[in-house]
T-cell receptor
Framework: DSGVTQTPKHLITATGQRVTLRCSPR?????VYWYQQSLDQGLQFLIQ???????AKGNILERFSAQQFPDLHSELNLSSLELGDSALYFC????????????FGSGTRLTVV | GENVEQHPSTLSVQEGDSAVIKCTYS??????FPWYKQELGKRPQLIID?????GEKKDQRIAVTLNKTAKHFSLHITETQPEDSAVYFC???????????????FGPGTRLSVLP
């Protein structure tokens, strides 16, 4: 157990639907990062939150949005789902400051049918 | 911004041989370089990292070397075992704005296969 909790582990949904992925960071970590990993692909950065505020944005589609709540858990909302959105979605957290790598959660595997 | 290249994209070695994966980065101010291992269907895990004030760091069978002048760093795995088979990602920090050093750019990954 890495300390970063992601739910659900698996999600199967139809095109056009909306889903919410949830992430709880490691205790004490203020930053939460969301990554998308399609089959046999690398890690595509979507968005970062720090202590409730959006801090950095990557290649996140307009159909996707995220937020971080006062208890520091984060949710990634994916709407108007397309077949190409099928992927592993990872959440990661890190402590404040430099010289810290990420701790990743176990991911949510999203399948859009 | 930072740009990270990683080579090779795939690597096959015989069990017991060594494996080397190399990454180059573009920002000469980058100061911390983590490596992640991702087994099939699992989460990426930090396996070793290096700060820019040292040239080499070892942890049992894995080591990372850093050449700041040439702006590249490498992962070395000795006496490879089948359980080393995975995708390995290198990363370098983005040194800009409020996020200075906390956000990373990942390399595209190297798929290592250790053949028994």
């Amino acid at each position: 157990d890495s300390g970063v909790t992601q739910t659900p582990k698996h999600l199967i949904t139809a095109t056009g639907q909306r889903v919410t992925l949830r992430c709880s960071p490691r205790s004490g970590d203020l930053s939460v990062y969301w990554y998308q990993q399609s089959l046999d692909q690398g890690l595509q950065f979507l968005i970062q939150y720090y202590n409730g505020e959006e801090r950095a944005k990557g290649n996140i589609l307009e159909r996707f949005s995220a937020q971080q709540f006062p208890d520091l858990h984060s949710e990634l909302n994916l709407s108007s789902l397309e077949l190409g959105d099928s992927a592993l979605y990872f959440c990661a957290s890190s402590p404040d400051g430099q010289y810290y790598g990420y701790t990743f959660g176990s991911g949510t595997r999203l399948t859009v049918v | 911004g930072e740009n990270v290249e990683q080579h090779p994209s795939t690597l096959s070695v015989q069990e017991g041989d060594s494996a080397v994966i190399k990454c180059t980065y573009s920002d000469s101010a980058s100061n911390y370089f983590p490596w992640y291992k991702q087994e099939l269907g699992k989460r990426p895990q930090l396996i070793i990292d290096i700060r820019s004030n040292v040239g080499e760091k070892k942890d049992q069978r894995i080591a990372v070397t850093l050449n700041k002048t040439a702006k590249h760093f490498s992962l070395h795995i000795t006496e490879t075992q089948p359980e080393d088979s995975a995708v390995y990602f290198c990363a370098a920090p983005l040194l800009e704005g409020d996020n200075y050093g906390q956000n990373f750019v990942f390399g595209p990954g190297t798929r290592l296969s250790v053949l028994p």
